[in-house]
């Protein structure tokens, strides 16, 4: 298959070819004329212009095969340097016959050796630096004894034989660190454009985990509040529906012995429904973004007596006591007393036998306030408060959990002969602790959007 012509590859070949024009137009020409001019005559003029046509041509493909290029000029600077000195015009020109070597396109050597030191890895560099001063010293030695400088007598000679193998090793060795200088450059600059593209990536990846524990974070505060709702419909459906019940059965038998009471009866199931209606409303007003349910205040310790009416129309006897100075809590820890309450006594119409008393004793403190849900009925008639299956016990640990209270005991009664005890405390704020250590009056509610 063969690959795409990039734009950066055409211009790459544009500019050897270039190149190529340039030498040839300015050294090429110069060379066959003074080959042309030369008493070299036969096969020796045919391998020298061939190996000349040939050097130059090397410089097209120089980018693309860059070690292919390197061996073919040097074997064509090996052919000229076994070619015999060139005499005639040329050689009248400049004084004495002269090798092959010394015509201009030989520099094209030295274009072919920065090529290949510039754009291959090693070892491959390091061979051509070694093969180039092998053809080195092959041109040193050629060229020791040649031209009329190294037959004069005196200092010419000296002179000519360190010109000579000075330029040739610097040549060499200039062509050569030009080369890997350039090796060098095109490998930092890539490491650096590899660092930004890995830096980028990281950066990309930092934002998806980001995003993803966001969205993790997100599911989790939508998971708490789903859990929130489902506690406060419980609360609301489950005491609501307890006393709907009780009234309902109790009704039923007052139908045909009591008719007059059973109008009273239908209407506190009415009531409660309504009530009932009315939470539920307010609930799922939260769900549907409705700003004027989300600001419904949620019910207090205040609306306390309304519960015990409530389980005392359904047949159940509550004595509601309170003791001490009561004191300030959070709407919070308010509203979870309240909870509290509501579900022990919901628990006592649902749970405890028909004749059953319940007593409500709310005992306050400056450290708070311990709440006591008790009835008289059966023990095996109320749940397991260690194994719990519902939601009713469980909700009141988590809600006395988030106000720093806990739930003592939820079982039965251990000081009576039977019966079901809740108890519970909520404690009162240390006004010393710092406010991200304490309820807060200032925070939402759980009717509030948050």
Do not use: C
């Amino acid at each position: 298959m063969r690959r795409a012509r990039t734009p950066l590859h055409t211009m790459g070949v544009l500019a050897d070819v270039a190149l190529a024009v340039v030498l040839a137009a300015v050294l090429l020409t110069t060379s066959l004329e003074a080959v042309g001019t030369s008493d070299v005559t036969g096969a020796w003029r045919i391998i020298v212009i061939a190996g000349l046509v040939v050097l130059h041509t090397t410089v097209l493909g120089r980018s693309r095969w860059p070690v292919a290029t390197f061996v073919v000029a040097s074997a064509a600077m090996l052919l000229l340097a076994l070619a015999p000195d060139l005499g005639g015009a040329s050689a009248a020109e400049v004084g004495s016959p002269f090798s092959a070597l010394l015509l201009p396109s030989g520099l094209v050597f030295f274009v072919l050796l920065y090529t290949v030191s510039s754009r291959t890895t090693p070892p491959l560099p390091h061979i051509a630096l070694a093969i180039g001063l092998v053809g080195g010293i092959i041109t040193v030695a050629r060229l020791w004894n040649a031209g009329g400088y190294a037959t004069s007598p005196g200092e010419g000679a000296t002179a000519w034989r360190l010109f000579i193998t000075a330029a040739v090793a610097a040549g060499l060795l200039a062509a050569w660190a030009l080369g890997r200088y350039r090796a060098t450059r095109l490998a930092w600059v890539a490491a650096l454009e590899e660092r930004a593209v890995r830096a980028e990536r990281e950066r990309l990846a930092t934002i998806e985990q980001a995003r993803k524990d966001l969205e993790h974070e997100a599911e989790r505060a939508g998971a708490a509040e789903r859990r929130r709702i489902a506690r406060e419909m419980h609360d609301v459906v489950a005491h609501s529906l307890a006393v709907v019940v009780g009234q309902a059965e109790g009704g039923r038998m007052l139908v045909t012995s009591e008719p007059a009471r059973a109008t009273e009866v239908l209407s506190t199931i009415a009531e409660q429904g309504r009530l009932a209606l009315t939470e539920m409303r307010s609930l799922l007003g939260v769900l549907r973004e409705d700003d004027d349910a989300s600001r419904t205040p949620q019910p207090g310790l205040d609306e306390l007596q309304r519960v015990v009416d409530d389980v005392r129309r359904t047949g159940t006897p509550v004595n509601l006591e309170v003791t001490g100075e009561a004191v300030s809590l959070p709407r919070t820890a308010d509203l979870a007393a309240f909870r509290v309450v509501q579900e022990a006594l919901t628990n006592v119409v649902k749970h405890a036998p028909s004749g059953s008393s319940a007593r409500v004793a709310l005992d306050w403190s400056p450290r708070g306030l311990r709440i006591r849900v008790e009835d008289d009925g059966a023990a095996a008639e109320a749940p397991d408060a260690e194994g719990v299956s519902g939601r009713g016990l469980f909700g009141m640990r988590e809600r006395l959990t988030l106000v720093g209270g806990h739930l003592e005991r939820a079982g039965p009664d251990p000081s009576g002969p039977g019966g079901f005890l809740v108890e519970a405390w909520i404690p009162v704020p240390d006004p010393q602790q710092p406010d991200d250590h304490r309820p807060d009056d200032h925070r939402p509610h759980e009717g509030s959007h948050q």
